[in-house]
């Protein structure tokens, strides 16, 4: 091992003296790095290796390529690269290809390479580690779909993206993501080329030497994609998702209306596509004529009865709970804009509403009954009856939505004199709090009650309120950060008392919330805490965080000690 290690040294010797010789570095911070490289070679060349020794290993290099870059931007030297930063990331990539050799499942250690590739602009070794990731790890359409990104924005090689779509498919045939951005490839490959032939025409120069397809410019390959997906994966909704990628795209046009065709012939028991082409309507262009205010409010009012003729028409051959949930949904939300329309004035729409409520709960659809109450409230929102019903609504499944609806409600009354809603629930009595009943509002109403605190009576109060509540659960960590948020407005917040609120946040979501430990971190490296605390933080965090926590942690931290977060 000493004899490995001491070829590793050697090896950076030659670097090291560029750096003293350009003046990047001084002879005492060469010495101060070989000596840390030593520990770090001894360190990694051990019998058995820990994955923390090279993660530390990576990051103390790739801070020497931050330090250096920040050098050559001070003293204005741009030279001898390939003696200097290159043999640095050749050694970063070296440990990095050991790293996934030897714990080929950590997705994390792969894509930390990727991004170290993509900052350094090494495109050859780019690719090569994308297709490693690819043939360990074939089984993750979202790998796939990064991979091509890269090769397509990274390396500008169109033909390589779409050779690794195609790889896709082949282990992923029915997947939507993957289908969808290959769609949307091809149709960015084609606009690439039609704006480098306008280029060259606007230059004058003769386009009759490159080899620009008018079927590939006019987004045929993307058609084919299309074709192919529409075959292996069926519904609507993905249809349509397709035909709106495509509408991002001026020289579309031919291939929405194909699409579009395809979705109305093939589609016609799917509500999806009835709820497209009635909003549809409301797309449809306005008389030219038609400057005026009053013009405009009357064009659109026809607009939406076109609408309401499509959702009627709909529900003629389509007469089901989804068909009428995208009918309720657009009245809603149509209402909240105070059209005009007689069929959406607020009683017919109030009591259409509370009839189809009804519906989707004697039918056991419960998710859509959620939807539609949380958008009746949104649509009311200064009708109590309207609060009322769907609090009890969702009270009644049981929804985790509760609290946050409870928190909008509160958002429309005045909280000094509000009192909240008596809600008749089964098991409990007529006049049981509402806030006290369903565990959801009782957190939030900490987070609401601190929040009211400090606007009506200032700091003091939010403090005085935070304490007499921090020991009665349950939270939420919207409470902890409320009052850390409160903390920080201060003119001179006390590091004391944040790290007091962080750890209470930590003693309930430490297990599983690895943000709450960056945070904490970065509060310490902030103008009010203490860097040499952050070690500690770290080792306590990588202890107590369970699961796949720990793996995005790491890379999170890893990311802020490079200067990347």
């Not at 397509?152 to 790889?167: P, Q, T």
């Not at 005009?340 to 607020?346: D, G, I, R, S, T």
């Not at 409870?406 to 006049?431: D, I, M, R, W, Y």
Request: charged residues 30%; glycine residues 4%; contains cysteine.
């Amino acid at each position: 091992m000493a004899d490995i290690v001491q070829q590793r040294l050697e090896d950076r010797i030659p670097a090291l003296e560029q750096l003293e010789r350009v003046g990047l570095f001084t002879n005492k911070e060469v010495k101060s790095m070989l000596k840390r490289s030593t520990a770090l070679e001894y360190k990694l060349h051990r019998t058995v290796q820990s994955k923390d020794d090279v993660i530390t290993y990576i990051q103390y290099e790739i801070n020497v390529l931050e330090l250096i870059k920040k050098r050559r931007a001070r003293i204005g030297y741009h030279f001898k690269r390939e003696e200097i930063e290159y043999p640095i990331i050749h050694r970063i990539n070296h440990v990095f290809r050991r790293a996934t050799t030897k714990w080929q499942e950590d997705v994390q250690l792969w894509l930390s390479q990727v991004a170290f590739n993509k900052k350094w602009g090494t495109k050859t070794q780019l690719s090569k580690v994308l297709s490693s990731m690819l043939a360990i790890h074939p089984d993750k359409p979202a790998l796939w779909i990064m991979a091509a990104k890269c090769e397509m924005e990274d390396r500008n090689s169109s033909e390589s993206a779409r050779h690794l779509f195609l790889r896709a498919l082949r282990f992923h045939p029915e997947n939507k993501k993957v289908y969808q951005e290959y769609f949307r490839m091809e149709l960015m490959h084609a606009e690439k080329l039609r704006k480098q032939q306008q280029e060259l025409e606007q230059a004058k120069i003769d386009v009759g030497e490159y080899n620009f397809s008018p079927e590939i410019l006019s987004g045929k390959l993307a058609e084919v994609v299309y074709r192919d997906a529409a075959q292996k994966i069926k519904g609507a909704e993905f249809i349509l998702s397709l035909l709106q990628i495509a509408a991002i795209f001026d020289f579309t046009k031919e291939l929405q209306d194909t699409i579009l065709q395809e979705l109305q012939s093939q589609y016609v028991d799917d509500c999806m596509m009835w709820d497209f082409m009635a909003k549809r309507e409301l797309d449809a262009a306005g008389a030219p004529e038609l400057q005026s205010a009053k013009g405009r409010a009357s064009d659109t009012d026809r607009r939406e009865e076109r609408c309401c003729v499509v959702y009627e028409e709909a529900l003629k051959s389509l007469n089901t709970e989804a068909m009428w949930t995208c009918y309720v949904t657009f009245c809603l939300e149509r209402y909240k804009r105070k059209t005009n329309v007689n069929e959406l004035k607020e009683k017919a729409t109030f009591y259409l509403l509370k009839k189809q409520l009804q519906v989707l709960l004697s039918s056991g659809d419960t998710v859509s009954a959620t939807q539609i109450a949380i958008t009746a409230t949104q649509c009311f929102s200064q009708s109590f009856e309207m609060w009322s019903f769907s609090l009890q609504t969702l009270v009644q499944l049981e929804s985790t939505e509760a609290g946050h609806l409870f928190q909008e409600a509160l958002k429309h009354v005045n909280p000094k004199v509000a009192v909240v809603p008596q809600l008749p629930l089964s098991g409990t009595s007529s006049n049981s709090r509402f806030a006290l009943i369903i565990p959801a509002v009782s957190s939030a109403m900490k987070e609401k009650y601190l929040e009211w605190s400090y606007k009506t009576g200032g700091y003091k109060r939010a403090r005085k309120t935070f304490t007499s509540l921090h020991e009665h659960r349950p939270f939420t960590k919207a409470f902890f950060m409320k009052m850390i948020e409160i903390e920080k407005e201060q003119e001179t917040p006390k590091m004391s008392n944040l790290r007091d609120y962080y750890e209470r946040a930590l003693r309930e979501f430490g297990c599983l919330d690895e943000d709450l430990w960056m945070d904490y971190i970065k509060e310490e490296l902030g103008r009010h805490g203490n860097p040499e605390n952050c070690g500690k933080l770290h080792w306590r965090a990588v202890k107590t965080l369970e699961g796949e926590s720990v793996e995005r942690f790491t890379t999170q931290y890893t990311l802020l000690q490079t200067g990347h977060v």
